[in-house]
């Protein structure tokens, strides 16, 4: 039976999962830290705090730091020298904020995310490897939000650039010099080499890498455990390892299920004329 036969309230949406997710916002209310500086934070003489901040317990602000109003920084929380951090972003404990690094406006990052690493970056010699210092930092543009044991590294120069409303799940790396483009979805367990660089709106669905200066065009999509290696034009779909074009991952799946039975046939074949 339909709600309204039943005397329910209903709600008639286009679009009900986003109805639902901002009747859930209604109803729900997470934790709103008071402004405070916890005792035990430890924040460096010249470190700049905005209005209404919120320092939980154990954080260190080192250096250098500016950090806007109405920042909430969760208990264990480490900022290296010279981070800035904008308006009304949310820090949760035990995350990472590397040197230089620049956070930012309405911006969330998960527990144990590491923001501003350094980068991979080893020259072989005979002697063994040599380590390539990265001087550059990490940009989050507004609105981005990091999931749970993300790393964003910061390259050897330049930087590496998260872009406006982009969001990234849990278990996501993004390696030195990387580019993303804004309202990208990255999901858990995508890796990104050195130097790739996403267009707008792009979607990388659970464990896709992508190779060493790939470069994704604006609202491609990459299904579950694509490996791309190759540039992906705008707009298009790919999947499977080395990934290929959607359309043609679908059909040699189909193939593939019939090889048993291809090779029987082939095998009839040869038999008949004599060609084994």
Known sequence: YLASNRGIGWLSSKEPRLLFAKAIALFYQPFQATAEIHPTSVVHPTAKLGKNVYLGAH???????????????????????????????VLHANCSI???????????????????????????????WFKMQQSGKVVLEDGVEVGSNTTIDRPAVGETRIGKNTKLD??????????????CALAAQVGLAGGVKLGDN????????????????????????????????????????????????????????RLPEIYQSIKQMKRKFNLE
Do not use: M, W
């Open 59 to 89: 954080v260190v602000v080192e250096a250098g730091v500016k950090i806007a109003d109405n920042v909430c920084i969760y208990p264990n929380v480490v900022i290296y020298p010279d981070v800035e951090i904008g308006e009304n972003t």
């Open 98 to 128: 590397h040197e230089r690094s620049q956070i930012g406006k309405d911006c969330v990052i998960h527990s144990g995310a590491v923001i501003g690493g350094e980068g991979f970056g080893f020259v072989p010699t005979p002697q063994g």
């Open 170 to 183: 849990n278990l996501v790396h993004i390696a030195h010099g990387c580019q993303i483009g804004k309202n």
């Open 202 to 257: 792009v979607i990388l669905a659970g464990q896709v890498g992508v190779a060493n200066q790939a470069k994704i065009g604006n609202g491609a999509i990459a299904t579950a455990q694509a490996g791309v290696h190759n540039d992906v034009a705008p707009g298009e779909i790919v999947s499977s390892s080395p990934a290929v074009p959607n359309k043609i991952y679908l059909k040699a799946s189909a193939i593939y299920k």
